[in-house]
């Protein structure tokens, strides 16, 4: 039998948009530990409850690791071509019958200011739409 081998990954917390620096103690790639990262300009060490001890679900079975299409009333495992066919697919009816407005996207506050950007932009540029919005200002 191999010994246990336990790392520690420095990576940023991905609950909030304050963007905490974390360390992980990771042994045989399970996450064992959190601790707030000293280094880190942002929280200099200190994290909020969920920061800290909120990652069971990073190896959770029912955790989703595909997109699911529902077909005849049951969701089915697809894969990430077919699921983004199918949403442009689905937008683009939507915007030719019903007009921009009729389309709306909530950001997520746990993505990057990268991703809300482009988020944004994809909603005003490709869709023609204001109507975005997200729980970052809560
Ligand atoms: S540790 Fe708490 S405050 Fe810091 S990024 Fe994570 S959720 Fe946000």
Avoid at 43 to 65: M, S
Wanted: proline content about 2%; hydrophobic content about 35%.
């Amino acid at each position: 039998m191999e010994a246990s081998e336990t790392k520690t990954v420095k990576t940023i917390c991905g609950y909030c948009g304050t963007g905490c620096g974390l360390l992980l103690e990771v042994t045989d790639n399970n996450i064992t530990k959190i601790r707030g990262d000293k280094a880190a300009p942002v929280n200099k060490g200190q994290t909020c409850v969920k920061g800290a001890f909120a990652y069971k679900y990073v190896h959770a079975d029912e955790r989703l690791k595909s997109p699911l299409i529902r077909q005849d009333g049951r969701l089915v495992e697809t894969t990430w071509e077919t699921a983004l066919q199918f949403i442009a697919d689905k937008l683009t009816h939507i915007k030719e019958h019903f007009g921009p407005n009729a389309i709306s996207m909530f950001a997520c506050a746990r993505s990057t200011n990268e991703s809300n950007y482009i988020t944004q932009k994809f909603m005003r540029a490709a869709i023609g739409s204001n109507n975005i919005d997200g729980c970052n200002r809560t």
